[in-house]
């Protein structure tokens, strides 16, 4: 019993840090455009076993949420703390926690992502290379780093789809992120700090890539 209590007050203790990092962070994303509206939404691991992740509800603005805009699930989906609607995506941040063993996942929704997810898919995604900016990605030393961010057809059937991007991640586990065409990005991290910075890194290089392809349908 004595356990249980503790790791009860541990649950509770990351909910409120982590908690609030996702509460500030979702700010910032929205005051940069990449979260308008209600979309996206935003997540990380407060419980490892059993597994518990803190996730944005559905259906609010993201940069205007306080704590109690977060809601708690399972290893299903199912909500086991706070009031808000689980969104039907949390599926996907279940399979790239799973996936990846991932801390935090990110899903944002800017202009390029956006655009750019429509515009490739026929190609299965895009490759970004010889940028600065990669060096920022995870175990990434070098401009010369290539990283391919796979782009994935859309679909509200969410099991079928975590199922793809399940498919997607263990063909390519060296990703940082993908897209969902037409819908936006996803990438992840050890913790949300390092989540955030991906979607820093990714965000600029997809601006990057958009512009420096602007009329074109060639990938460099």
């Known amino acids: ?14 909910f409120r840090s982590f908690g609030q990092q996702i509460v500030d962070t979702a700010s910032v994303f929205y005051r940069r455009g990449w ?3 209600t979309s996206g939404n935003l997540s990380a691991v407060i419980n490892e076993t059993p597994l518990q992740i803190a996730i944005t ?26 009031n808000k609607k689980v969104s039907s995506e949390a599926d996907l941040h279940i399979a790239v926690i799973r996936e990846m063993h991932a801390g ?3 899903h944002t929704h800017s202009v390029w992502s956006t655009m750019l997810s429509k515009r490739y898919l026929k190609d299965g995604g895009i490759l970004i ?17 290539s990283e391919w961010i796979p782009i994935i057809e859309n679909s ?15 063909q390519h586990p060296e990703v940082h992120g993908f897209m ?30 958009g512009r420096g392809n602007a009329g074109t349908d060639n990938i460099p």
């Open 156 to 170: 509200q059937d969410m099991k079928t789809l975590s199922a793809t991007v399940t498919s997607i991640l263990r």
């Open 129 to 145: 290379r010889g940028y600065e900016m990669l060096k920022g990605l995870n175990n990434v030393g070098t401009h010369e780093h």
């Open 57 to 82: 509800g559905s259906g609010l603005n993201k940069g205007k949420i306080d704590l109690s805009g977060l809601i708690v699930i399972d290893v299903n989906g199912n909500v086991i703390s706070g």
């Open 1 to 14: 019993m004595e356990l249980e209590d503790n790791e009860k007050k541990d649950s509770l203790k990351n």
């Open 104 to 106: 935090s996942v990110f």
């Open 35 to 37: 979260l308008f509206g």
């Open 180 to 209: 969902l065409s037409g819908h936006g990005l996803y990438t992840w991290g050890k913790t949300p700090e390092e989540a955030e910075r991906h979607v820093e890194v990714i965000e600029f290089l997809l601006e990057v890539y």
